[in-house]
């Protein structure tokens, strides 16, 4: 089995040199989200998540002494970029990913590409370039319509890559508000915004598109339809911008919505997208819904009666796993290609499994070997204020094709405590699979080689569906 700690640091040899993040706490002052840390029990969803982006990143989130039940505490966060391929002009919208205009007025087709925000502005609503937001890296494309209409058109796609997503999300909220208000107004008279609406997609990335109309200057008889649209995926974004004239009608059906779905997959996967799915290489990009994640629990009618017991999911929209090494460090949230999550709960007895599936093998290596050197960092955390000591034993298992586990328990004055969890992580393929096993029928001081067993064993079946999944 290769050393995870070798991989990640393969993998994140393109750091050298690379800026210093922004400190999240300027964020926040500036309105950003606060990062809370969550450490309830497995019943009220609190565990690991584990995931994966085109780019990987990993957020450390150091927390000072006290009980690691510090219940939704903010915390600051530093987050440090290790990605295993930079941005590039690959990741830009394309050709056939943008298609054709309204109403098949033409096809689009790239007139010019290159790094940097240009000459000209980005966006006629836009006040700044997207390197003054404070994007490290960036790439621009223009478009023209072919045939062009006698209406004209022009297209325009730009993609940045920032210090954190804490970052790219604050530029991310700030010009959705700069681009739709258009206070630095547009060629013309009469804007208007049509629209505005979130873009369902199939990465880990979240999409809008804003529709405007305006009478650009020398266009009498046309309407010009301007319809913008915003990318967030981990710390990168995109802006696709459009204008063409148009009939009132045609503005029903905005190509955004076709459009925005591709670019957030090629912002995350870059052109593995473009990949055969006949490629074993390539992978599946969804786990399916019949996939038996919650084989081997016990039945849901064997635990307590009552909304905090029993089981819940498997599903894509329960909250992601959160799991804090004894040393407060948490390992955030990483873009991915799909994820299920189930658990069940009775008293003293919490358990939770998390499937993610990455776009490629090696992500699924850079993401677990993260997952494990956070681990190995605290063997042995601070004495808590009660008196606790939080320790963790991390060892390889027998599973998959590289598997991990991470015991953890609290000892007092030395002796051991009831109180502990049992961790283990399975890779087979670009899938990763975390299975959580807490209260106190999930501590595994003096019965660690049982724990292990008990939960790759129940997890047989799990196991072998991965193997499937992975081809």
Request: glycine share 10%; hydrophobic share 40%.
């Amino acid at each position: 089995m290769s050393d995870p700690i070798e991989e990640l640091n393969r993998l994140g040899d393109a750091l050298e040199g690379a800026p210093m993040p922004l400190p999240a706490s300027e964020i926040r002052a500036r309105g950003d989200r606060i990062r809370r840390r969550r450490h309830a029990a497995i019943a009220a969803g609190s565990a690991f998540v584990v995931a994966a982006v085109a780019v990987p990143v990993v957020a450390l989130t150091a927390g000072g002494p006290g009980s690691r039940d510090d219940d939704l505490a903010p915390q600051p966060s530093v987050t440090d970029p290790v990605p295993r391929a930079p941005l590039t002009a690959e990741n830009l919208l394309t050709d056939d990913d943008a298609g054709t205009a309204y109403g098949g007025a033409g096809e689009w087709r790239t007139t010019h590409t290159g790094p940097g925000d240009g000459q000209d502005v980005y966006h006629p609503c836009a006040t700044t370039s997207l390197a003054r937001t404070g994007a490290d890296a960036v790439f621009r494309r223009s478009f023209t319509l072919e045939p062009a209409p006698a209406s004209g058109g022009w297209m325009t796609a730009i993609v940045g890559e920032f210090a954190d997503a804490d970052r790219a999300r604050f530029v991310y909220t700030e010009l959705t508000a700069e681009l739709g208000e258009c206070l630095t107004g547009v060629p013309g008279t009469g804007y208007e915004v049509v629209s505005e609406e979130q873009v369902e997609v199939d990465v880990d990335a979240e999409a809008q598109r804003i529709l405007a109309t305006y009478v650009a200057d020398g266009t009498e008889g046309f309407v010009t339809a301007m319809e913008t649209g915003l990318v967030l995926a981990g710390n990168r974004l995109e802006v696709v911008v459009s204008g063409i004239g148009v009939q009132d009608h045609e503005t029903e059906d905005p190509p955004m919505e076709t459009i925005l779905p591709k670019a957030a997959a090629r912002l995350v996967l870059g052109p593995s997208v473009d990949a055969d799915a006949d490629d074993p290489a390539a992978g599946a990009d969804r786990i399916p819904d019949s996939f038996p994640l919650t084989a081997g629990w016990p039945d849901d009618s064997e635990a307590e009666p009552g909304p905090a017991f029993g089981l819940t999911g498997p599903s894509r929209e329960l909250d992601e796993l959160d799991l804090t090494t004894a040393c407060r460090d948490r390992v955030d949230d990483l873009a991915h290609l799909d994820r299920l999550h189930a658990r069940w709960s009775d008293v003293e007895d919490g358990r939770a499994r998390q499937l993610t599936l990455y776009a490629t093998e090696q992500e699924a290596q850079a993401a677990t070997a993260m997952l494990v050197e956070a681990y190995r960092a605290c063997p042995v955390a601070p004495e808590r204020e009660d008196g606790y000591v939080p320790r963790t034993e991390v060892r390889e298992v027998a599973a998959g094709d590289e598997g991990w586990a991470f015991l953890e328990s609290d000892t007092l004055d030395g002796a051991p405590s009831t109180f502990g969890e049992t961790i283990v992580v399975v890779r087979t393929g670009a899938a990763v699979l975390v299975v959580v096993h807490s209260g106190h029928a999930g501590n595994p001081q003096g019965n660690e080689d049982g724990a292990v067993a008990a939960a790759v064993d129940q997890a047989a079946d799990v196991l072998a569906a991965m193997a499937d999944l992975s081809g």
